[in-house]
């Protein structure tokens, strides 16, 4: 069973790396998740929260960890810089910790499959062939609102991404393309992979 830690900085976020990683790997996802706060407050608080999953690590050890935020347009790898710095040669009995900017907001990825996109909404929706090039959560509000389709809530989040493809989110995401890598490599994982 994969024993994951997660800081994250919202709801959405959360709810989405669970689904993720639950359809990755086959067996139980077994997630630790510690809410940070919006930017810049996570920064601030997550060597507190590493601490916190350092106790957890003592107990049942964690497989790795992530710190998962938006990057809001702001390029990603700055984003982690500045989320490193804060963090500085601090050592953690989990051992190196995973960052990850996910390229302006999570909402980019629902925009990478139209089809699971479209059947969560109800309406067949404009496409966005760059999602990560847009205000994706603005641009997903507005444009469900225009349809006159459901609202977007995590509700809409979780059915999207239940239903996604991940190859079509991942060519559509390079972002998301990279968020998957990195989850694939969490240490200790010897586990077939769930085609997505």
């Known amino acids: ?69 938006d990057s809001n347009g702001a390029t990603p790898e700055r984003r982690i810089a500045h989320m490193q710095e804060q963090i500085g040669n601090r050592k953690y009995e989990f051992g190196e910790p995973e960052f990850h900017a996910i390229v302006r907001h999570v909402e980019a990825w629902l925009l990478g499959d139209q089809r699971s996109l479209n059947n969560a909404a109800g309406k067949n929706l404009p496409v966005e062939r760059y999602p990560e090039s847009i205000d994706a959560k603005r641009y997903l509000i507005q444009t469900l609102s225009n349809a006159r389709a459901r609202s977007y809530d995590r509700s809409f989040l979780r059915d999207v991404l239940e239903a996604a493809n991940f190859d079509d989110i991942a060519a559509a995401c390079p972002s998301f393309r990279s968020f998957r890598a990195k989850l694939l490599k969490c240490p200790n994982q010897q586990l077939p992979l769930i085609n997505v």
């Open 1 to 69: 069973m994969p024993r994951i830690g997660l800081i994250y900085e919202d709801q959405a976020i959360n709810i989405a790396f669970e689904i993720v990683a639950r359809k990755l790997f086959p067996e139980p996802l077994d997630l630790t998740a510690l809410e940070g706060g919006s930017w810049p407050g996570i920064v601030g608080i997550t060597p507190n929260l590493f601490q916190v999953l350092s106790v957890f690590h003592r107990v049942s050890p964690f497989d790795c960890v992530f710190v998962v935020f």
